[in-house]
């Protein structure tokens, strides 16, 4: 079932302009979202007090790259909640609140927990998951099958792109009755629509990012800088790193390296910024300097035709991305950072498609 592929992992990363395809089949109508799953709920969740976001892994980051747009579209204030630690904390969930719960194969037992608490206490229940039949599909009150197709691989890839395409959909269909951003939704649809081509075309630096692994293959560590819509990048791209290439990997908050991490800056640790086009731009450039002048050796990821804006005298590597809608770059800016940890991997000789010590589904606490 790997066809032309060597491993899992690597089919489901080329899969992902089809898989985003099959996310947003049938849902974008007449300009508008429709999400079956979803519409005879919009009304109570307009209403609600706050959306809190929960899951584990992967699909925490997802619902964080969803975060900043839900919000945006929706004027509705989102927290975050890793699973383990809402159950540690048996944090606040009231019943004024929607409780997004994102799973990617509907069963990990951190997420199902925290779904029975946050049911015990009374909060709408809505559940973005990959698998129709899961325990989180069943005993949610609504939700949206993100139908990216089975994923085998046990580093999540596309389902964390079709996780965040959904949650941009549901963004939109909460926000549908709000006439300010009616011009924001008509971008960001059009966004959407033209996504698999985009996913298509960063694809193409798959050799590009095999070259940037060799160069990495015999580093200790990694260090990954986003910020805005891009600091879930840091940590996903962080995650797939560490878990798979079994190499340490940071992702970090671009605004808190002043804070501490600039001191493990030297000429030895590769740094990859994230500073492709949005309202955080000329931020992560002044990053950059400060990087470059503790003589970072800085990997820069920035939309095309960026590279002499982020990096005027050629001094870091530039990987150069499409860009779409700022809110879904995410999307985009992940895919190198993907290609990047199943390369390390395969270079440095461990098992892609089962890493050690990693189940797909963790179904213990
Ligand atoms: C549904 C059908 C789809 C069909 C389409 C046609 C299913 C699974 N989906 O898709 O095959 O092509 O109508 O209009 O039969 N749900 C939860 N929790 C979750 C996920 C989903 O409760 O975590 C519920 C939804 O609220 C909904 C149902 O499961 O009632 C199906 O969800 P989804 O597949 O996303 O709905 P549609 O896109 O309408
Ligand atoms: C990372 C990975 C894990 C999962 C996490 C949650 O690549 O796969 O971090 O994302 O175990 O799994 P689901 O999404 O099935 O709840």
Do not use: W
Not at 61 to 69: D, E, G, I, Q, S
Not at 288 to 302: D, Y
Not at 311 to 338: F, M, T
């Amino acid at each position: 079932k790997k066809g032309s592929y060597d491993h899992f992992m690597q089919k489901e990363i080329h899969e992902q302009p089809h898989s985003l395809t099959t996310t947003m089949r049938g849902r974008l109508k007449d300009g508008g979202v429709l999400l079956g799953g979803l519409k005879e709920h919009l009304k109570t969740i307009r209403r609600c007090r706050r959306v809190v976001f929960i899951g584990c892994g992967t699909s925490y980051n997802a619902a964080l790259a969803a975060r900043t747009f839900v919000e945006e579209l929706t004027g509705i204030p989102v927290t975050m909640e890793v699973a383990s630690d809402l159950l540690d904390r048996q944090g606040p969930i009231y019943r004024e609140d929607t409780a997004v719960f994102v799973s990617q194969s509907g069963e990990t037992a951190d997420t199902l927990l925290a779904l029975d608490y946050a049911l015990e206490n009374g909060a709408l229940c809505v559940g973005i998951t990959n698998t129709v039949g899961s325990t989180l599909s069943r005993k949610t009150h609504c939700g949206v099958h993100i139908n990216a197709g089975c994923e085998i691989g046990v580093a999540s890839t596309k389902a964390y792109t079709s996780q965040i395409v959904a949650m941009a959909m549901m963004a939109l269909a909460i926000g549908s009755d709000q006439i300010s951003t009616q011009a924001r939704r008509d971008a960001i649809i059009s966004g959407l629509t033209s996504l698999p081509s985009c996913v298509s075309e960063v694809l193409k630096l798959d050799a590009e990012m095999k070259e940037l692994a060799y160069s990495l293959i015999d580093s200790e560590s990694l260090l990954v800088f986003g910020r805005g819509y891009n600091y879930a990048t840091a940590l996903e791209g962080a995650l797939k790193v560490k878990e798979v290439a079994l190499m340490h990997s940071e992702g970090m908050l671009a605004g808190e390296m002043k804070h501490g991490p600039l001191a493990l800056v030297d000429e030895n640790l590769p740094i990859i910024v994230i500073a492709t086009h949005d309202a955080c731009f000329s931020k992560q450039q002044s990053v950059i300097q400060q990087l470059l002048s503790r003589k970072g050796r800085l990997i820069v990821m920035c939309s095309k035709g960026d590279a002499s804006a982020v990096c005027p005298n050629g001094s870091c590597r530039v990987i150069e991305v499409p860009g779409v809608a700022d809110c879904l770059q995410p999307v985009i800016n992940i895919i190198p950072l993907q290609l990047l940890a199943y390369h390390l991997t395969v270079l440095r000789g461990f098992d892609v498609d089962q890493p050690r010590n990693l189940a797909k589904s963790v179904t213990t606490q």
